[in-house]
């Protein structure tokens, strides 16, 4: 029987809520810091994996970085990436700080965007003893460019910077939806995210289907390439195969450049979101999390 704590804790002087999972006092292995998918709140992906791991013996901390769910910050639903890094950092240390936690057993899970900020911290905190990034994102903008295409990638660059200069002369957020079954304009585009987020599956009192539209911008200059030969925790990467939004072929160049000692597993997925909360996935990336985290904590 695990339990959950609800716990607050600061970062850059703001107050941010999370849930710590405990599991049953005398099991403990380590402990794991979670963050996870743009929008995301601490009782969707990241508290379901949190729960899991907990029940395998770790505990595991999923909170509201700034600006989401629970969470001080201003503008809300507003996806700072720096901030969030230095969120990360401030969670490690309430972890260290706990009486249940070894402060040397602590690792980083990062689940889809959730694994840039995740490898981004470990590959400056020597904290992070190790690292799992499951169904990750694999962001450079020179790689979302091509995607875009060229001319497409510098019309939304004029769009971003036409709402940056709306927002200064009017004081006037502007917010797109989170995410949108039609497509754009959403921070998440598409009949896939609104099948997890948009329906009882993801819904959750604590996330609105909104985000500043300066937030998409922030996902689209993400860089994690410059970062993952960096690491020095040995790094576990899951993805499913049948992932359309996040192609296999991106896990695998990441494994490609990140340093030994490194572990891949391709799950046989349909999708990107059923490594969110299908147990059949999601339990076998558990597993191998939980013995990853074993060998290295």
Not at 69 to 84: F, I, M, Y
């Amino acid at each position: 029987m695990t339990l959950l704590e609800k716990v607050e804790f600061t970062s850059d002087g703001y107050r941010l809520a999370g849930d710590l999972h405990l599991p049953d006092p005398g099991t403990e292995r380590g402990a794991v810091v979670l963050t996870g998918p743009f929008s995301g709140v601490r009782e969707q992906v990241t508290g379901f994996y949190a729960e899991r791991f907990a029940q395998r013996g770790y505990v595991a901390l999923s909170f509201d970085h700034r600006n989401w769910g629970d969470s001080e910050g201003l503008p809300r639903q507003h996806e700072d990436a720096t901030a969030k890094v230095a969120d990360l950092r401030h969670a490690v240390s309430y972890l260290a700080a706990r009486p249940e936690v070894d402060p040397n057993k602590i690792a980083a899970g990062g689940v889809c965007l959730g694994g840039i900020y995740a490898t981004q911290l470990a590959a400056f905190d020597p904290r992070i003893k190790a690292i799992a990034l499951i169904a990750a994102a694999y962001n450079n903008p020179t790689l979302i460019r091509n995607r875009f295409g060229a001319v497409n990638f510098a019309a939304l660059l004029e769009q971003f910077a036409q709402i940056a200069q709306r927002q200064f002369e009017t004081g006037e957020i502007e917010y797109w939806p989170a995410v949108n079954p039609a497509g754009m304009p959403a921070g998440n585009p598409g009949p896939e995210p609104f099948d997890y987020y948009g329906t009882d599956r993801g819904a959750r009192p604590g996330w609105e289907n909104r985000c500043t539209a300066l937030s998409v911008l922030q996902e689209l200059t993400l860089d994690v390439e410059a970062y993952l030969p960096l690491l020095t925790a040995p790094a576990l990467i899951v993805h499913g195969r049948g992932d359309q939004a996040i192609p296999v072929a991106d896990a695998e160049a990441a494994f490609a450049r990140t340093p030994e000692p490194k572990e891949l597993l391709l799950l046989d997925t349909t999708n990107h979101i059923d490594l969110y909360d299908d147990d059949t996935y999601v339990l076998p990336a558990i597993d191998r999390a939980v013995a990853h985290f074993d060998r290295s904590l």
